[in-house]
């Protein structure tokens, strides 16, 4: 689903950025991408919940406990993934060699891959990428980073915040990549979300952490989870302000900011699923428990029959019943309503289609609407948002190694 994307200037105080290519696409594309802050910069991240971590993984979450970055240093075209030692050696051995042209410590300098797993790194061609990299550094740089990132995406995606902590401008701004393998509680993505905005740690981890299940953790494109995904939050406190803590007047704006932003990014993903055509809102309401109705919402946004059914424009609800039913979840089924956007569908566990078949075939060939399931089994709720399953998914991923 290809959208037009209009490139205004991005600019982050405190923050530059630059993107290179070291040959590691080969349509010789930028591959590098290098964000560095002016300070170091208060840090939250999550990673893959995979068992197979990338190295680039490996070493960033054990350097974002410690809550400061300074830098994030990404390849994409390779995603230095189940390369066993010398991955995890070459990973670190490009964070030091980028941390010693900063002039900064290693340890604040935070690695991520994208790309094919299973492939060493070419240790040369990457290191003069890194080098190339921190030359080029500019607070203009932000597009060349986001170029650097991507891999199959079809547009850049990104979004910009602004707003006022006690009375100084403060920018929230996020650039992310993500096209395929995309499945709830992170996927084939990496994001990263700056702002100069002075905030502590822990309040830096809750906004996060609010933010997440509404955005990268509610999100479905194929269901394959990846080896690389990561989240990070910098906030570096070149805006001036009062250190932000849960308590603060601004924290509840910052937080509002992040998540909308997030959000945005989010959705931007999914609209990009390799071959997607269509968004769907999958709203369930009603659940015994919030585990319950995500658990719907995870069967029907996984379900092959019902992402094809969604391809095809096709109003069908037995798929749709029928994903919600082996779920796990329970509920009665003579209860359940189902709506696309506000035509009903299932009314109190019965079909009704062919009474409403031309308005809901209208919903159904929108590029974006509601899939939303009411259990009437109690005050649980969940949504993800997923895309469609098309052949051109079939035909992207039957020959990605060629």
Excluded: W
Excluded at 173 to 197: E, F, N, Q, R, S
Excluded at 232 to 261: D, I, K, Q
Excluded at 325 to 342: C, E, I, M, R, T
């Amino acid at each position: 689903m290809k959208l037009d994307v209009v490139r205004t200037p991005v600019r982050v105080p405190g923050f530059r950025f630059a993107g290179v290519a070291c040959g590691l696409k080969a349509s010789g594309k930028r591959d590098i991408a290098l964000i560095a802050s002016d300070r170091p910069a208060a840090a939250a991240g999550v990673f893959t919940t995979n068992r197979v971590k990338a190295a680039p993984v490996v070493v960033g979450q054990e350097r974002v406990k410690r809550g400061r970055v300074q830098a994030v240093l990404v390849n994409s075209g390779n995603a230095n993934a189940y390369t066993g030692r010398d991955g995890e050696r070459l990973a670190r051995e490009l964070t030091a060699l980028a941390a010693r042209r900063l002039g900064i410590e290693e340890r604040l300098v935070v690695p991520s891959s994208t790309g094919r797993i299973g492939v060493q790194l070419p240790r040369a061609r990457v290191r003069r990428g890194v080098l190339a990299a921190t030359r080029a550094l500019r607070p203009d740089g932000f597009f060349d980073a986001l170029e650097g990132m991507m891999t199959t995406d079809a547009f850049p995606k990104f979004g910009v915040e602004r707003l006022r902590l006690d009375g100084r401008p403060v920018t929230v701004a996020g650039l992310a990549k993500g096209a395929g393998m995309i499945a709830p509680h992170m996927a084939t993505l990496l994001v990263y979300v700056l702002t100069d905005a002075a905030v502590s740690r822990p309040a830096l981890r809750r906004v996060l952490m609010r933010a997440l299940p509404q955005s990268f953790n509610a999100i479905v494109v194929d269901g394959d989870m990846s080896t690389n995904d990561t989240v990070l939050l910098l906030a570096n406190g070149a805006a001036g302000n009062r250190p932000l803590t849960e308590r603060s007047p601004g924290f509840g704006a910052l937080s509002a900011s992040v998540a909308r932003l997030m959000h945005q990014l989010a959705r931007m993903i999914v609209r990009d699923g390799e071959g997607g055509t269509k968004l769907i809102d999958i709203v369930v309401r009603g659940a015994r428990t919030a585990r319950d109705a995500g658990r719907v919402a995870d069967a029907i946004a996984r379900s092959p029959l019902c992402k094809t059914a969604f391809f095809g424009g096709d109003p069908y609800a037995g798929r749709i019943v029928c994903a919600a039913g082996y779920s796990g979840a329970v509920f009665d089924p003579a209860k359940l309503d189902v709506y696309l956007d506000d035509v009903r569908i299932v009314d109190r566990g019965v079909e009704v289609v062919r009474r409403v078949e031309r308005r809901a075939s209208r919903v159904a060939a929108k590029p974006e609407f509601r899939l939303t399931l009411d259990l009437h089994a109690g005050t649980g709720a969940a949504m993800r948002m997923a895309s469609d399953l098309t052949t051109d998914y079939v035909r992207f991923n039957s020959d990605y190694r060629t």
